[in-house]
């Protein structure tokens, strides 16, 4: 299990968060100073500027304190143990904000170091079997057990605390029963555990952001697995849960202010994208070719900040189950060039040619418009943004071989790493290797799956690093979706766009 990479996540999001915050109250500081006030530009700049510094400094000390959490309980564990008085007392680990799991595991691995160095080795520990159950029940975290069978072998008292109930009322239960889990793809237990069991003998897996839903609450964590197959005592799966409620749900609190935030960008962004309509009606005629070309990057600069914000409202319905997707009969191909068009701007602006080619005879598909539109405008704004020095790319749609509606969007820039390539479509994920030099949220792939899914087609891509990328997705034919119309009231094919999946939907007896 990788909780280097996972604390690297944490970070990354807490950052995320604090400059997208501070950006969002200076926009809104100038936009009030500005527009509301009426104050001149170079006082409102003044005062942003002194916001602004005052907010980098505040952010700077409460980031490093954050940051700095682990580093400080791992010192912390080591003078504890440490030879001589050194007077520190050992962490609380339960106090972790950032890095609980990495600390954890460092923690109880020198602690068990320091034990094994204090007893000579001629001394028993007894059987294997003792020094196991001596483990499971020292354990802190929440450990079960599973069969073969999927029911539950042992559980230790911090998982009968976690679920609210006795150790003696989960042993003999079936998993699926006692635990409902949520995840955030399609990627489940029980998806890998099927996967496992015809590839491998021994393998792991740990999966972030869980969901359990018990009587009255919600519990959030990060589970880790190993599997074992033809396990002589009969224990076939291992899981180990790593509580992060708290953090998690304020995460997901942070995420609604900020959609409730993004908001209200809304009607400025709207007045702000009329008003250059209007000045590029009246006035581009009478513009020199320099002011004519930045008319055309202030629209399209206008416009990317608006797919910004429906990306964070949108993401935001996703996750809390409200976005609902009306699927209409529609032709592709003009869907697809339209929605195309709409962004030759923005490539042209980048030096790019931006060409759509769609086959003959494609049979019309069902599609909510505006969900649909915002696919293509995130898929074309990453090929733009990726594009590095290249100077094409080339939207196509066709049939697949199975008899779906393809579409792919080629880029040939600077391509994505093999290893980057899993985890494209996970929420707030970003390149570790350019996130610093091209802007974005980590948004947008994972909507577009969200949306895609709900329609009933597969997103995919295809990269080779420094050569370009593929991405592209299918969507069925609307004769496909008769019989869902015929059964609907109102003629319309309602589809959910959510983001968490159940682990299994059946009970397995």
Not at 281 to 305: H, I, S
Request: with cysteine.
């Amino acid at each position: 299990m990788d909780h280097l990479q996972q604390l690297t996540r944490q970070i990354r999001r807490y950052l995320l968060w604090a400059i997208l915050f501070e950006n969002i109250v200076l926009i809104g500081a100038w936009y009030g100073l500005s527009e509301l006030l009426g104050l001149p530009t170079i006082a409102c700049a003044a005062i942003v500027a002194g916001l602004g510094f005052g907010l980098t400094v505040l952010i700077t000390f409460i980031a490093s304190d954050y940051v700095l959490q682990p580093t400080k309980a791992l010192w912390q564990a080591v003078l504890h143990i440490a030879p001589g008085d050194h007077g520190v007392a050992a962490p609380n680990l339960d106090a972790l904000k950032v890095g609980h799991d990495l600390v954890a595991s460092l923690t109880a691995e020198i602690y068990q170091f320091v034990t094994q160095a204090e007893h000579h080795p001629e001394q028993s520990v007894g059987s294997s079997t003792e020094l196991s159950d001596a483990v499971l029940k020292a354990m802190p975290l929440p450990v079960v057990v599973l069969d073969n069978q999927q029911n539950i072998k042992y559980a230790n008292e911090p998982t009968a605390q976690y679920l609210e109930t006795t150790s003696a009322e989960l042993v003999g239960k079936n998993f699926y029963s006692m635990f409902n889990l949520l995840f955030s793809s399609d990627s489940t237990l029980d998806n890998w555990l099927s996967g496992v069991r015809e590839q491998a003998a021994l393998a792991s897996q740990t999966w972030s952001r869980v969901r359990m839903k018990l009587n009255e609450s919600t519990k959030q964590f990060d589970l880790a697995a190993h599997y074992s197959k033809d396990n002589p005592s009969g224990a076939e799966l291992t899981l180990v849960l790593f509580d992060h409620s708290d953090q998690y749900g304020q995460d997901d609190q942070a995420a609604s202010l900020v959609a409730l935030s993004v908001h209200e960008l809304r009607t400025p962004l709207t007045l702000l994208r009329g008003y250059i309509e209007v000045f590029e009606e009246e006035l581009k005629p009478n513009l020199t070719p320099e002011l004519a070309g930045f008319m055309e990057k202030m629209r399209a600069t206008a416009e990317q900040l608006t797919a910004f914000v429906s990306n964070i409202l949108n993401v935001a319905r996703v996750d809390n189950d409200q976005l609902e997707l009306s699927l209409h009969e529609e032709s592709w191909g003009e869907v697809l060039t339209a929605a195309t068009k709409n962004l030759e701007l923005r490539a042209r602006v980048r030096g790019i040619e931006l060409t759509c080619e769609v086959a003959d005879g494609l049979p019309t598909v069902g599609v909510d418009r505006v969900s649909i539109f915002e696919v293509i405008n995130n898929l074309i704004d990453n090929a733009i943004k990726y594009s590095g020095n290249g100077k094409q790319i080339v939207v196509k749609a066709q049939m697949s071989k199975d008899g779906q509606v393809e579409t792919t969007i080629q880029d040939f820039g600077v391509g994505i790493p093999t290893g980057v390539i899993p985890h494209l479509f996970d929420k707030f994920y970003r390149n570790f290797r350019n996130r610093s030099q091209i802007g974005g949220t980590g948004l947008g792939l994972y909507l577009c799956k969200a949306i895609i899914a709900a329609h009933g087609g597969n997103i995919w891509v295809q990269s080779h690093e420094g050569k370009g990328t593929t991405f592209g997705f299918t969507l069925q034919p609307y004769t496909q979706l008769a019989d869902e119309q015929k059964n609907s009231d109102n003629k319309e094919i309602v589809r959910g766009a959510h983001g968490w999946i159940k682990n299994h939907s059946l009970y397995r007896g």
